[in-house]
């Protein structure tokens, strides 16, 4: 019996899971034709994390995220310092990791790219021993980001301009918070901001390029500080991105670490944890882990990974 090559976390409440019609049956004829040997698990009366830990018991040298995301970095943060690899089958709604790897959103070619893919191994950042995957936002954005969840699911006009309203109102009434930012080789320094984000490696500029990275390997961390957030910034700021320049907007600074906590008078925090909004205890102490994480590459898209 030819041994087991997949174990296929599927997400089927991920974004776009319903929209696209994939379930447990279509995903298994798309790896039957390909002529690769997958379990796929889509129990979604179970959760999450007993469905990891079944994963990670499995024969299967790749454990693949069918999902967002969510799902992708919860299967990270398990699969780290372990000898299986990670494989993303892109069905959330930002997908930002199957992007930075060049993974084809499209699942038939997600699926027919793992037959020839390629391990390459990533960075992968940490906050008070969490594993997070692209970043951690502390401030504005994670209130913002509370109010997506109304309109999850949904594509009425009536959604969108209400979630626009929400929007602005934030952005109207935000406060600037006192931070003290204290650098693994750096000075500790006390700073009002709008928002702090830490990711893993940095962003790139480029027209068109939103949040996007080219190398995930650099074995450091990002540190964005928006000192302040009005509309006229707004405005500024999204154009600076449409053209590939945002990186010296006045709002804003950018530093590279390698560790640095951050720290507030409140001992709980709410932050955007790679997307989805969560509560952590102060201080968030962040640390870059190198080369900590194997994933497989699209086969054209490896020399393109490695030498960025």
Do not use: C
């Not at 069918?66 to 892109?90: C, E, H, R």
């Not at 960075?123 to 913002?144: T, Y």
């Not at 928006?226 to 010296?248: A, C, E, I, P």
């Amino acid at each position: 019996m030819p041994e087991l090559s997949y174990y296929v976390i599927l997400n089927a409440n991920a974004g776009t899971a319903n929209a696209t019609g994939i379930d447990a049956t279509a995903l298994a004829r798309l790896f039957e034709a390909r002529g690769l040997l997958a379990a796929i698990d889509a129990r979604k009366e179970l959760p999450l994390s007993e469905r990891i830990a079944d994963a990670m018991r499995s024969e299967a040298p790749t454990v693949v995220a069918a999902g967002g995301d969510g799902t992708i970095t919860a299967l990270a943060a398990a699969l780290v310092g372990s000898d299986k690899n990670l494989a993303i089958l892109p069905l959330g709604t930002v997908n930002a990791l199957a992007k930075d790897l060049h993974v084809p959103l499209e699942i038939s070619e997600a699926v027919a790219a793992l037959a020839t893919g390629e391990t390459h191994r990533i960075d992968v950042g940490e906050v008070n021993g969490r594993i997070f995957l692209h970043k951690v936002v502390i401030g504005l954005i994670p209130g913002v980001a509370a109010g997506r969840e109304y309109i999850r699911g949904r594509q009425d006009t009536a959604a969108k301009i209400g979630f626009l309203r929400y929007f602005f109102r934030r952005l109207a009434r935000a406060k600037r918070m006192a931070v003290v930012i204290e650098p693994g080789e750096g000075e500790r320094r006390i700073e009002r901001v709008q928002a702090i984000a830490v990711a893993s490696n940095s962003y790139d500029e480029g027209v068109g390029r939103f949040f996007s990275r080219q190398s995930l390997d650099r074995g450091t961390l990002t540190l964005y500080v928006l000192h302040h957030f009005n509309m006229r910034d707004f405005l500024r700021l999204t154009t600076s991105m449409l053209l590939g320049r945002w990186r010296d907007d006045e709002a804003l600074s950018v530093e590279t670490v390698n560790s640095v906590t951050i720290n507030m008078r409140k001992d709980l925090v709410k932050v955007m944890f790679d997307g989805e909004v969560e509560t952590l205890r102060t201080p968030l102490q962040f640390a870059i882990r190198p080369k900590a994480l194997s994933v497989i590459v699209p086969a054209e898209a490896t020399a393109t990974v490695a030498a960025a």
